[in-house]
T-cell receptor, first 111, second 118 residues
Framework: KAGVTQTPRYLIKTRGQQVTLSCSPI?????VSWYQQTPGQGLQFLFE???????NKGNFPGRFSGRQFSNSRSEMNVSTLELGDSALYLC??????????FGPGTRLTVL | AQKVTQAQTEISVVEKEDVTLDCVYE???????LFWYKQPPSGELVFLIR??????QNEISGRYSWNFQKSTSSFNFTITASQVVDSAVYFC???????????????FGQGTILTVHP
């Protein structure tokens, strides 16, 4: 069974731009969560989607948003990029709503 | 609020040594889940184990073992006879029991960088 896939793997943007990251969960998994990983703050929860509904959200500004499609694929969007948004963005999917299985991440660099 | 503390920022050992990674957690919940993940240089977090708060039985999987002690709020991870391939960042994580505002949220520790030298 294929794992969680994330595209693109690497991205370079400039301040003020917006970016969209994509995540395809493991087949059959309907829950998708997003995390931001930075050297300073570590791994922080962004939000979680299930059946196209956002059920939980972390403490991030409104510039961070997401959505989930009927096939459980998810996208997250960051608008008006700031230097501090440079990070590894990890997506995870879950079948049991307990264990989460992570993708390889998208490394975003904001210049 | 939930909190996970991994006091060891970095550990360096020589191959075949045993190594224990410490994890201490804080939660007001009576039921919760604890996890360990491994992050190799590729960046992907690899799931290693899940433990329910009501199950304090220790677990062994090959060279890996986990010691869960509710009385001390600790969930330590031991690698026996370490190998170079064990070099990675290891994260301990905590989640509330499913439901309500707990959906999909893992609270991670800061991670322990393990380097195993040949």
């Amino acid at each position: 069974k294929a794992g969680v896939t994330q595209t693109p793997r690497y991205l370079i943007k400039t301040r003020g731009q917006q970016v969209t990251l994509s995540c395809s969960p493991i087949s059959g998994h309907r829950s998708v969560s997003w995390y931001q990983q930075t050297p300073g703050q570590g791994l922080q929860f962004l939000f979680e989607y299930f059946s196209e509904t956002q059920r939980n959200k972390g403490n991030f500004p409104g510039r961070f948003s997401g959505r989930q499609f009927s096939n459980s694929r998810s996208e997250m969007n960051v608008s008006t990029l700031e230097l501090g948004d440079s990070a590894l963005y990890l997506c995870a999917s879950s079948l049991t709503l307990v264990e989460q299985f992570f993708g390889p991440g998208t490394r975003l660099t904001v210049l | 609020a939930q909190k996970v503390t991994q006091a060891q920022t970095e550990i360096s050992v020589v191959e075949k040594e045993d190594v224990t990674l410490d994890c201490v957690y804080e939660t007001r919940d009576t039921t919760y889940y604890l996890f360990w993940y491994k992050q190799p240089p590729s960046g992907e977090l690899v799931f290693l184990i899940r433990r329910n708060s009501f199950d304090e039985q220790n677990e062994i999987s090959g060279r890996y073992s986990w010691n869960f002690q509710k009385s001390t709020s600790s969930f330590n991870f031991t690698i026996t006879a370490s190998q170079v391939v064990d070099s990675a960042v290891y994260f301990c994580a905590l989640s509330r029991d499913a439901g309500g505002t707990s959906y999909g949220k893992l609270t991670f520790g800061q991670g322990t960088i393990l380097t195993v030298h040949p």
